[in-house]
């Protein structure tokens, strides 16, 4: 199970953290990341990383946001700055180990003009 938390509106320029924790069976290697999915769009891949910290990013958030986590609290963040509107969706947590996938409820991030 995967709680997600921090989401909010915020203006342009401005900072938010998003937070999820994983609960349950949690195999010790395993990827964790975040999602999105704005309206009318598919979801995307915003940001993951590994037990072992690779991480990964999509182009359009590099340099802006930095994912990180904890692996003794099976705990994962995704911290965004000088966010901008088109970052405006419900972000998704997720969790993939040993080929399955679990999803968090979505959090919504709104980023105002």
């Known amino acids: 199970q995967l709680q997600a938390s921090g989401g909010g509106l915020v203006q342009a320029g401005g900072s938010l953290r998003l937070s999820c924790a994983a609960s349950?069976?949690?195999?010790?290697?395993?990827?964790m990341g975040w999602y999105r999915q704005a309206p009318g769009k598919r979801r995307e891949l915003v940001a993951a990383i590994s037990t072992g910290g690779s991480s990964n990013y999509a182009d359009s958030v590099k340099g802006r946001f930095t994912i990180s986590r904890e692996n003794a609290e099976n705990t994962v963040r995704l911290q965004m700055n000088s966010l901008k509107p088109e970052d405006t969706a419900v972000y998704y947590c997720?969790?993939?180990?040993?080929?399955?996938?679990?999803w968090g409820q979505g959090t919504l991030v709104t980023v105002s003009s």
């Open positions: 349950g069976s949690i195999f010790s290697i395993n990827v």
């Open positions: 997720n969790l993939k180990m040993r080929g399955t996938d679990t």
